[in-house]
């Protein structure tokens, strides 16, 4: 966004909480953590330079890897000039006079600004549970999206962590083996699918290096934003046997290309094609795990597939369970009662442990909004205004909050899709729409409420035809007590999403009001 608007010759200021760039892979340095969309496709599309000169070493690009190609771009497009690091903004406060935006830093410095836009990530406000006891535990607790620097030697730890979602199934597969012990506290069993990485070889990088502009092509005009085939046979042609047989192909294969094994969203809205799927898992699950005991606690029963983000099983997850050194405690059944000053007690048991790790995810896709404190017309917040579940159009804008633009906000296809494709679809309009104004002479734009209700309705008539409702997710903030439970991200696809919001600007910025301040 900075570097796109720079071109077009505004005034761009960043301000980033973080020391550096890198967002997510700036935070999540815990052990295991890895991207599943695949490398070749998670990285920037815009600028050929780009993705021809950098080399990704592994299908599935790890932190740290993701952490150095991030800051290779910024230098690369010099981007640090204008990014003001460790700097976090505590409100910001829309004047309708004037149309502008007054954003307050945490030292009190001030900022002024025509528009304002919000490049916080969806999956960036960790959330960390309520427990009693915490402040009095004697041992290191740690939540693997604030994970210290450095690395941590667990060789002599019992080691305790909550939460078996994408980040714990990753931490749990590479820490299992190398603490003392490990206790994994598990509310809800998972779907994880193998993500069968390796190394990229010098020929496939070739073969991807010729394939570039059709692999974006065709990524771009998919529901996932991820350039894969899938049986074009509907699900309903075929009898269950075949369906497995697919089904195995594709657990070959490995990663979305699973959940992509039919017709796109198949999947997450015909249930008894879910139904095939899902048992599919369960059997695998159950011929991973030697006691029988311990795979039945493994083996998701209360959820369809996909209804909560699908994790990917990178380095044995399931057989981890096998080790003698790591055990599985099912807080679904005894509840986690409160920490205490050397572990954790259950209803039923005590667990002591040296060092405690939180894979307890995110207040998801409005917690670092709202953490901003944003005010718009009529003294309303956005706090406010959210009570009832996010309100957006096309998930870019809210109506009430003219100038304010969200990046992957709530509403558009974002998490359920490869990131980068749809940050740069979101700052493409963003910034084709600012041009626009400019053009125009425009210098206020807000969303017109009849088109932000429709919206909304839109997003959730589409969610409700799938299996979305049947889990409780962070796709529908039901991790966070007493969140307002609503499906947030726009389930239609990125390939469709794409095109309505290309209508919406091609059609004079249809549905959004565009005015002058002074008139
Ligand atoms: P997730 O997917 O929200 O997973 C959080 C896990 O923590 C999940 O297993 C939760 O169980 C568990 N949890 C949360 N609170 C508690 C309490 N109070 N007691 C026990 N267990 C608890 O977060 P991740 O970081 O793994 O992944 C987030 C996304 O990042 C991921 O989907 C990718 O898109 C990248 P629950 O399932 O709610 O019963």
Same mark, same amino acid.
């Given at each position: ?185 598990? =509310?809800?069993?998972?779907?994880? %699918?193998?993500?069968?990485?390796? !190394?990229? &070889?010098?020929?496939?990088? #070739?073969? +991807? @290096? ?112 096998? =080790?003698?050194?790591?055990?599985? %405690?099912?807080?679904?059944?005894? !509840?986690? &009662?409160?920490?205490?000053? #050397?572990? +954790? @007690? ?174």
């Amino acid at each position: 966004m900075l570097h796109k608007l720079r071109e077009q010759g505004l005034d761009v200021r960043v301000y980033e909480k973080g020391a550096e760039v890198g967002g997510t892979w700036y935070w999540n340095t815990y052990p295991g953590a890895r991207c599943d969309s695949e490398s070749h496709i998670y990285c920037f599309s815009f600028d050929e330079g780009l993705h021809r000169e950098w080399e990704w070493s592994e299908r599935y690009p790890e932190q740290p890897e993701i952490l150095d190609y991030l800051q290779w771009v910024a230098d690369r497009l010099d981007l640090h000039r204008n990014i003001a690091f460790e700097r976090e903004v505590t409100s910001a406060t829309y004047d309708d006079e004037t149309a502008t935006w007054s954003v307050e830093l945490a030292d009190g410095e001030r900022v002024t600004t025509r528009y304002f836009v919000t490049a916080v990530g969806c999956l960036s406000e960790p959330f960390l549970p309520d427990f009693d006891g915490l402040d009095a535990f004697e041992g290191e607790w740690y939540h693997t999206a604030r994970w210290p620097d450095g690395e941590i030697d667990f060789g002599d730890d019992h080691v305790g962590v909550i939460g078996t979602g994408s980040t714990g199934i990753q931490f749990i597969s590479e820490v299992g083996g190398q603490a003392d012990h490990l206790t994994v506290f598990q =509310r809800t069993p998972n779907y994880a %699918v193998p993500a069968r990485n390796r !190394p990229l &070889e010098d020929d496939e990088y #070739d073969e +991807i @290096r010729e394939n570039y502009d059709d692999i974006w092509e065709q990524a771009r005009d998919s529901r996932l934003g991820m350039p894969f085939d899938h049986e074009h046979e509907t699900d309903y042609g075929l009898s269950e046997d075949e369906i497995r047989d697919v089904l195995e192909e594709r657990w070959q294969q490995g990663g979305f290309r699973f959940l992509h094994s039919f017709e796109p969203g198949s999947i997450l809205s015909n249930p008894e094609l879910n139904e095939v799927v899902s048992a599919f898992i369960r059997e695998k699950i159950r011929g991973k795990v030697d006691d029988p005991e311990t795979a039945e606690k493994l083996v998701p029963t209360d959820h369809p597939y996909g209804s909560k983000r699908p994790p990917m099983d990178y380095n044995d997850y399931y057989g981890t369970y096998n =080790r003698d050194d790591v055990s599985l %405690v099912d807080v679904d059944e005894h !509840p986690i &009662e409160r920490v205490t000053a #050397d572990g +954790i @007690r259950t209803t039923a048991d005590h667990y002591p442990l040296d060092v405690l790790v939180f894979a307890t995810g995110f207040d998801a896709m409005t917690g670092a909004i709202l953490a901003m404190d944003i005010e718009g017309k009529n003294d309303q917040t956005i706090e406010e205004k959210w009570e009832a579940g996010p309100r957006t159009y096309l998930g870019l804008m809210t109506s009430g909050f003219p100038n304010l633009f969200t990046i992957t906000g709530p509403q558009s296809p974002s998490v359920l899709t490869n990131m980068p494709l749809s940050i740069e679809q979101h700052v493409e309009w963003i910034a084709d729409c600012i041009r626009y104004m400019d053009e125009h002479g425009y210098d206020r734009i807000e969303a017109r409420r009849e088109s932000e209700d429709q919206w909304v309705q839109n997003t959730n008539m589409l969610a409700e035809n799938m299996l979305f409702s049947q889990a409780k997710s962070w796709y529908r903030g039901a991790n966070v007590p007493g969140k307002t439970q609503v499906f947030t991200p726009f389930p239609g696809g990125l390939d469709n999403y794409r095109e309505i919001c290309a209508r919406v600007a091609r059609d004079d910025y249809d549905g959004f009001e565009l005015e002058r301040a002074s008139g």
